[in-house]
């Protein structure tokens, strides 16, 4: 199956009149999708402080739904801990209602240990919570395609429980993460792989010396993964798109560019500045030189769906305007 290119803009969440702005300015100038993350609060990422304002993802999309024509509305991903699996797919499914059929459920198994400690949310290891994932989109496909559930799992429970109206079309499912719990659920549920350095679900925190470690080499492996997890039940591997989430810094020139990745490599702690130009989780260069990346991760790597981070409201534009119509 081949996959049109698409980008999505992430949001920023600290107030609306911001989030409302960047997603006229993704409708205006060409991207597929709004995303917001979903986190009550974030550290040690970017210099994020945990009292910094930040907003609800879901009321968010639901209050930008009517403002907006025709980008999806996705998440960067919800974090299954945080709402029982029959409210995610009523939220999904009044989204998909109010935006006439514009919304995707991006889903993972939820890592940051700071923000479960801080809210006395239950923190089980790895393995559990993806699990329990597992058996949220099993509950929620169910719920979005028969006339009443009965499920029983291991986590979840439901009886005779009827779920409408139902969301049309059915929206598509986008699992992040990296680990092979993961890719095994995504090889079996997910339309689309965000697929992400795992170092967050095992540590509980970002961890810089893990994110360095995620080259492209990796990222590939975990493409691999995917493709041999398919084989097993007998899925097309090309049934699910390839996705990534990067931070993208625009250059007016070579030399502007070059400035900016020795800013993520102090950033990073790294001294190996092709390591950061080529990192499955930055895109960093000149517009030319940033289309160019992106053509060629798809054709060597098949990736077609960027989340994308901008530092700036007027890199998003430049993106908008001058990268996406040369990779389109």
Same mark, same amino acid.
């Given at each position: 199956m081949k996959h049109s290119m698409k980008f999505a803009a992430? %949001?920023?969440?600290?107030?609306?009149?911001?989030?409302?702005?960047?997603?006229? %300015?993704?409708?205006?100038?060409?991207?597929?999708?709004?995303?917001?993350?979903?986190?009550?609060?974030?550290?040690?990422?970017?210099?994020?402080?945990?009292?910094a304002p930040r907003l609800e993802c879901f009321t968010m999309l639901a209050a930008l739904a009517p403002l907006t024509k025709r980008v999806v509305l996705t998440q960067i991903? !919800?974090?299954?801990?945080?709402?029982?699996?029959a409210l995610l797919a009523k939220i999904?499914?009044?989204?998909?209602?109010?935006?006439?059929?514009?919304?995707?459920?991006?889903?993972?198994?939820?890592?940051?240990?700071? @923000?479960?400690?801080?809210?006395?949310?239950?923190?089980?290891?790895p393995a559990v919570r993806i699990d329990q994932m597992?058996?949220? %989109?099993?509950?929620?496909?169910k719920l979005w395609s028969e006339p009443t559930v009965d499920y029983q799992g291991e986590h979840y429970k439901i009886t005779n429980a009827p779920h409408e109206p139902k969301p049309t079309p059915i929206p598509r499912i986008v699992i992040g993460g990296g680990g092979p719990r993961l890719i095994r659920v995504a090889a079996a549920q997910a339309d689309v792989i965000n697929i992400i350095p795992p170092a967050g679900g095992k540590f509980g925190k970002v961890v810089m010396e893990?994110?360095?470690?995620?080259?492209? !080499?990796?990222?590939?492996?975990?493409?691999?993964?995917?493709?041999?997890?398919?084989?097993?039940?007998?899925r097309d591997p090309s049934s699910i798109e390839l996705s990534a989430?990067?931070?993208?810094?625009?250059?007016?020139?070579? @030399?502007?560019? @070059?400035?900016?990745?020795?800013?993520?490599?102090?950033?990073?702690?790294?001294?190996?500045?092709?390591?950061? /130009?080529?990192?499955?989780?930055? %895109?960093?260069?000149t517009t030319e030189q940033i289309a160019a990346e992106i053509r060629r991760r798809r054709d060597e790597l098949g990736v077609t769906?960027?989340?994308?981070?901008?530092?700036?409201?007027?890199? /998003? @534009?430049?993106?908008?305007r001058e990268v996406i119509p040369r990779v389109g």
């Open positions: 992430v %949001l920023p969440l600290n107030d609306f009149a911001s989030a409302r702005s960047r997603a006229a %300015l993704a409708e205006e100038t060409g991207f597929y999708a709004i995303a917001a993350e979903d986190h009550f609060f974030m550290t040690g990422l970017m210099g994020h402080d945990r009292t991903v !919800a974090a299954n801990s945080f709402r029982h699996p999904i499914t009044t989204l998909q209602h109010i935006s006439g059929g514009r919304t995707e459920l991006g889903l993972g198994a939820g890592w940051f240990r700071e @923000e479960y400690d801080a809210f006395d949310i239950p923190y089980p290891a597992r058996e949220s %989109l099993e509950l929620i496909k893990e994110i360095q470690k995620f080259d492209m !080499a990796e990222f590939s492996k975990r493409i691999a993964l995917l493709h041999a997890e398919c084989a097993k039940i007998g989430m990067v931070y993208i810094m625009i250059g007016r020139t070579p @030399e502007e560019a @070059e400035m900016y990745a020795n800013g993520i490599m102090q950033a990073m702690g790294v001294t190996d500045r092709a390591a950061v /130009m080529r990192s499955p989780n930055t %895109l960093v260069g769906y960027y989340f994308c981070n901008f530092f700036a409201p007027e890199m /998003m @534009e430049t993106f908008g």
